[in-house]
Nanobody, 115 residues
Framework: QVQLVESGGGLVQPGGSLRLSCAAS????????MYWYRQAPGKQRDLVAL???????NYADSMKGRFTISRDNAKNTVYLQMNSLKAEDTAVYYC?????????WGQGTQVTVSP
């Protein structure tokens, strides 16, 4: 069974930091392009960042300079380091893995940025 399990969400003040983790099982992790998405209440699910199987990264414009995506293939885990958090970053954050054979999603972890 393929599983992607996010963790690390929580409540943080504006300007604070969190590191999200997504642990994968049931896939050959090193061959997958990994993504972070987020969805705020009443909003669409939007791309946050990606890291491909070769280690290349990209970010949505609003996250550039604040968020960093990384992966540890030995641990089958992708991370999202979030700094300088803003209230508008409040959302459920999801990780996803894509390869030519399929795509998989985690269940999400809540991030709330509030004084």
């Amino acid at each position: 069974q393929v599983q992607l399990v996010e963790s690390g969400g929580g409540l943080v003040q504006p300007g604070g930091s969190l590191r999200l983790s997504c642990a994968a099982s049931g896939i050959i992790f090193s061959t997958y392009d990994m993504y972070w998405y987020r969805q705020a209440p009443g909003k669409q699910r939007d791309l946050v960042a990606l890291i491909n199987s070769g280690g290349g990264t990209n970010y949505a414009d609003s996250m550039k300079g604040r968020f960093t995506i990384s992966r540890d293939n030995a641990k089958n885990t992708v991370y999202l380091q979030m700094n300088s958090l803003k209230a508008e970053d409040t959302a459920v954050y999801y990780c996803a893995g894509y390869s030519y054979i399929g795509s998989y999603w985690g269940q999400g972890t809540q991030v709330t940025v509030s004084p």
